[in-house]
């Protein structure tokens, strides 16, 4: 099974950008859909948007839209989440996660089907950004 | 986007006791493409249950869901020390994914 590693915890001063990596390991980084997640102190998880590698298609919550930019690097099987303008109210932990299968498949007659959309199964360890002055 | 809303927000039980918890789409979630999930402090989520009802693996079976449309509900038959914590749902029918504000089993 996939596992993901994600980069360091981190400060960040209000207007600034943050970049978090998530690298996965264990399986076959294009057959996967990768999304961020944050939680805020005390609040429950937010989706930020998500990225098929093997499609190319990133899509973004609409509250993010314009700050978030997700992208992947097949080469080391990464992938990036890179939120700007940051404000105090985007402290959180950050999390990368996979769904349960895969984002394809392939029919008897070798027609590719993209999967239906599916929950997150695995999850990295998260990444805490703050930001302060 | 759709909106989960989950009831209660505490739900003060004892271990041994069954917990309910419910959630409600502001509209209705295709295919039944709802998941339940268990946070602890300082931890990633963890899935429990997707596609409404299906136990995710390694889930105990005092774990169950059930529930479609609008109208979600996360059953622990009977609870265990370590299942006090937080439970979220989250819809992944839309296109824009969301969760719930979470509802917290702690002990009585």
């Known amino acids: 099974q996939v596992q993901l590693e994600q980069s360091g915890a981190g400060v960040k001063k209000p207007g600034s950008s943050v970049k978090v990596s998530c690298k996965a390991s264990?399986?076959?980084?294009?057959?996967?859909?990768f999304s961020w997640v944050r939680q805020a102190p005390g609040q429950g998880p937010e989706w930020m948007g998500g990225?098929?590698?093997?499609?190319?298609?990133?899509n973004y919550a609409q509250s993010f839209q314009g700050r978030v930019s997700i992208t992947a690097d097949e080469s080391t099987s990464t992938v990036y989440m890179d939120l700007t303008s940051l404000r105090s109210e985007d402290t959180a932990v950050y999390y990368c996660a996979t769904e349960r299968r895969s984002a394809y498949w392939y029919d008897g007659s070798g027609y590719l089907h993209k999967a239906a959309p599916d929950a997150f199964d695995v999850w990295g360890q998260g990444t805490k950004v703050t930001v302060s002055s | 986007e759709i909106v989960l809303t989950q009831s209660p927000g505490t739900l003060s039980l004892s271990p041994g006791e069954r917990a309910i918890l419910s959630c409600r789409a502001s509209q209705s979630v295709s295919s039944s493409y709802l998941a339940w999930y268990q946070v602890k402090p300082g931890q990633a989520p963890r899935l429990l249950i997707y596609g409404s009802s299906s136990r995710a693996t390694g889930v105990p079976d005092r774990f169950s869901g059930s529930g479609s449309g609008t109208g979600f509900t996360l059953t622990i038959s009977r609870l265990e020390p370590e299942d006090f914590a937080v439970y979220y749902c989250q819809q992944y029918g839309d296109l824009y994914l969301s969760f719930g504000q979470g509802t917290k089993v702690e002990i009585k």
């Open positions: 264990g399986g076959t980084f294009n057959s996967y859909s």
């Open positions: 990225i098929i590698p093997f499609f190319g298609t990133v």
